[in-house]
């Protein structure tokens, strides 16, 4: 009986002299959980915020989501899926894509900006580059605060190709980090 006591001291004491593990978002966490219980819905709101802005800067730029759309997106999650990714030559390719993990430009008064610069490259099956078109676009979007939703419509129209199977490779390059991430998505023209 007197061994256990003892281990489990030890571990207690071993527990007690590590350093806390937390960090940003686990410190806005505990702010949102203080902040919870205090019925202030003002201070809710601010540890809200600020925990967003922690899980916001710890990810990577990543896309939510990249897909095939019918038309052109009206705007952030506006936009009807494809059926399919088989296209008429000269038809319009419309593509709508959820960056996150992006940084912000300060343009000051509260406004901040989002802005990349997008890479297309064009890759036969096997990954052979076919056309590399950096700089293809540019997108840029501004809004007072820290706007976390974002969609983007690229358009590409492969007129000149002959039928066949390709990808399309998307690389957004974040004007407001060092950060870059990149989505590919598959087509046949007939």
Known sequence: MRFPALASLAALSLA???PAQ??????????????????????LTAAQDQLQEAA?????LHFRQALPTAAASGGFGVYDPRPDTIYARGEDIFLY?????????DLGDGRFEIGFAV????????GG???EAP??????????GKAREFGATLVVNLTDAPA????????????HSDQRASFTQPVTLK
């Not at 916001?56 to 990577?60: L, T, V």
């Not at 890479?119 to 096997?126: Q, V």
């Open 56 to 60: 916001w800067a710890a990810q990577p």
């Open 135 to 144: 700089d293809f676009m540019a997108l840029t979007h501004q809004a007072r």
């Open 129 to 131: 580059v076919l056309v």
């Open 97 to 105: 894509a959820e960056p996150q993990g992006y940084g912000y430009g």
């Open 16 to 18: 007690l002299a590590l």
């Open 119 to 126: 890479d297309l490259r064009i890759l036969d099956t096997a």
């Open 22 to 43: 937390a960090g940003p978002v686990a410190d806005a966490a505990a702010a949102l959980e203080a902040a919870a219980t205090g019925g202030d819905a003002a201070a």
């Open 164 to 175: 066949g199977d390709y990808q399309l490779e998307f690389t957004f390059r974040d004007r």
